[in-house]
């Protein structure tokens, strides 16, 4: 007669482990699903790198186009500071001299002679508004080139060697779309004091219709297009410093949440130590 009593481990299981055949049924469906949510959170991981790498490179070519376009309104402003085409003059009695006016000099072109310029005698003697375009000009070229200095370092790629690059790279960006801003605004100002002065004077009721009056030259439209490289640059700089702030947001959002571990109170450590 066959008594009851305990039954081992292997004539429920099979396997040996003390836990019935029904406990492992239930587990392997949520090991599956458990399997599935990770492999979805490394899709999405992958998807958030990869538009991360996106956002990235577009702020780089940002930051190199705003350097550029800073550099080529720079180079312009320079150029039209010191040519001699700020105004022309052409009268229809004398048709074979042209005279060309600029900020330093004051030229005259002749067939027979070709180009022959003369520096302005009196600083004094110079008109206000020419003496204010002077000044306003230098200022330009001094803060545009300070603005491609200041731009430069805080490029993304350039290591500058300090712990904490992101944040003085952001403060060289912002300074330098600042100074650009300024060396725009400096250099639109005096070309359309100038182009001002030159509309007023050939309207003066004043003089009689035979006396030449001064027309634009081809400086003031090169002046007006750097300003605008300039400001355009500027803004381009802190359009790739807010790129670069989503970018660094969506870095710390795609982490992963790592669970925290709670402090430890005083009886809980007392009571570990027992």
């Known amino acids: 007669m066959r008594q009851a009593g305990w039954v081992g481990p292997s004539a429920t299981t099979g396997e040996g482990d003390g836990l019935p055949s029904h406990s492992l049924a239930v587990l392997q469906p949520g090991q599956r699903e458990g399997q599935r949510k990770e492999q979805k959170e490394c899709e999405e991981c992958k998807q958030r790198r990869l538009t991360l790498k996106m956002v990235l490179l577009t702020a780089k070519i940002m930051e190199r186009t705003a350097l550029f376009v800073i550099f080529g309104g720079l180079v312009t402003t320079l150029v ?45 003697a110079l008109p206000m508004d020419l003496l204010a375009s002077r000044v ?20 993304e790629g350039v290591e500058l060697g300090t712990g904490r690059q992101q944040g003085l790279k952001r403060g060289l960006l912002i300074v330098s779309g600042v100074l650009s801003w300024v060396s725009g605004l400096t250099t639109l100002a005096p070309v359309s004091l100038v182009a001002y002065v030159t509309l007023v004077e050939f309207w003066d009721e004043n003089l009689p219709d035979v006396v030449p009056r001064w027309e634009y030259g081809e400086a003031m439209f090169s002046g007006w297009f750097a300003g605008l490289f300039l400001v355009i640059g500027g803004s381009l700089f802190f359009v790739a410093v807010c790129m670069a702030d989503h970018d660094r947001q969506q870095r710390v959002a795609s982490l992963p949440n790592t669970p925290q571990e709670k402090p430890r109170s005083q009886y809980y450590l007392k009571t570990e130590v027992l």
């Open 136 to 155: 306003l000009m230098l200022v330009s070229v001094g803060t545009g080139a300070l603005a491609v200095v200041v731009a430069f370092p805080g490029l």
């Open 80 to 124: 039209t500071t010191f040519i001699p085409l700020w105004k022309t003059l052409n009268s229809e009695l004398n048709e074979v001299e042209n005279w060309y006016s600029g900020l330093w000099h004051i030229c005259i072109f002749a067939e027979e002679v070709g180009m022959q310029c003369k520096a302005f005698e009196s600083l004094m």
